[in-house]
C-alpha cells in the first residue's frame, strides 16, 4: 500500500479547486450583485432595498445579508469592480498617449466612454457619494484613489520629461485636474451631454490648468 504524505493530500487537495459549497456561495453572490446593479440603475442608490434586490435575484433578504453587511457593502463591491476595470483601461490608453496633455485627456476621455452606457449607475454613485454616511467611505475607495494617483503620475513624468517646469505644483494640478474630471460627470448625467462634448471641455480645461505649468 503507497503511503500517502500531508504534502500529497494538500496538493491534491488544490488540485480539486473549489468545493461544491464555495461555488454554490459564489453563485450567490454573483446573482445578488447583479440584481443590485440593475436596481441601482433603474431605481437610483435609495430606491433600491435589499428588499427588493433579494426578490430580483430570486432569494431571501437573509442569503443577502449572508454576502453582505449591507446596501452600502454591496454598492461599494459593485464600484470597486467597476472602477479596477477602468483603472486598467485608463492605464492602457495613457501608454499610448503622446505627452502629458494628451495622457490626461485619455483619463478624461476613457472615463466618459467607460461610463456611457452607465450614466444611470453613475447618477447612483454620485447620490451615494454626496450622502453624508456612506459618501467618506466612497471617496477613500482604493481604486477610485488610483484615478487620482494615475493624474498625478503623468504629471510627474511631464516635469521629469521637460514638458513641466519643476515649479509646476504637480500635486495641486492633479488635485484640480481631478475635480475638473468629476464635475465634467454631472453635466452628463444631468445635461445629457455625449462623451463628445465632455471630450471638448475637458480639452479646454486641461488646457487652461496646466497653461500656467508649461516651460517657457
Not at 500529497?8 to 487537495?13: L, Q, R
Not at 440603475?41 to 433578504?61: F, L, V
Not at 452606457?117 to 453613475?122: D, E, F, V, W
Not at 484613489?145 to 521637460?162: C, D, H, K, S
Amino acid at each position: 500500500m503507497k503511503h500517502v504524505t500531508p504534502t500529497e493530500v494538500t496538493s491534491e487537495a488544490r488540485v480539486k479547486g473549489p468545493t461544491r459549497r464555495a461555488l454554490a456561495k459564489l453563485q450567490t453572490r454573483n446573482k445578488v450583485l447583479a440584481a443590485a446593479r440593475k436596481l441601482f440603475s433603474e431605481h437610483g442608490y435609495e430606491g433600491a432595498t435589499i428588499r427588493d434586490i433579494a426578490a430580483a435575484a430570486g432569494m431571501s433578504t437573509g442569503a443577502v445579508f449572508a454576502n453582505f453587511t449591507d446596501k452600502s457593502d454591496l454598492f461599494r463591491d459593485i464600484m470597486v469592480s467597476d472602477l479596477t476595470k477602468l483603472n486598467g483601461e485608463i492605464r492602457e490608453a495613457v501608454g499610448r498617449a503622446r505627452g502629458v496633455e494628451d495622457a490626461i485627456l485619455k483619463v478624461f476621455a476613457t472615463g466618459y466612454a467607460f461610463y456611457r452606457t452607465q450614466m444611470p449607475l453613475a447618477r447612483a454613485a454620485f447620490s451615494v457619494s454626496w450622502a453624508p454616511e456612506d459618501g467618506e467611505l466612497f471617496h477613500k475607495m482604493e481604486p477610485l484613489a488610483e484615478v487620482q494617483q494615475i493624474i498625478l503620475e503623468q504629471l510627474t513624468l511631464g516635469v521629469e520629461r521637460g514638458e513641466l517646469s519643476q515649479e509646476a505644483e504637480v500635486k495641486l494640478r492633479a488635485q484640480m485636474l481631478w475635480e475638473a474630471y468629476l464635475a465634467n460627470y454631472r453635466h452628463a448625467i444631468y445635461g445629457g451631454w455625449t462623451p463628445e462634448a465632455l471630450q471638448a471641455r475637458a480639452r479646454d480645461q486641461i488646457r487652461v490648468i496646466l497653461a500656467g505649468a508649461r516651460r517657457g
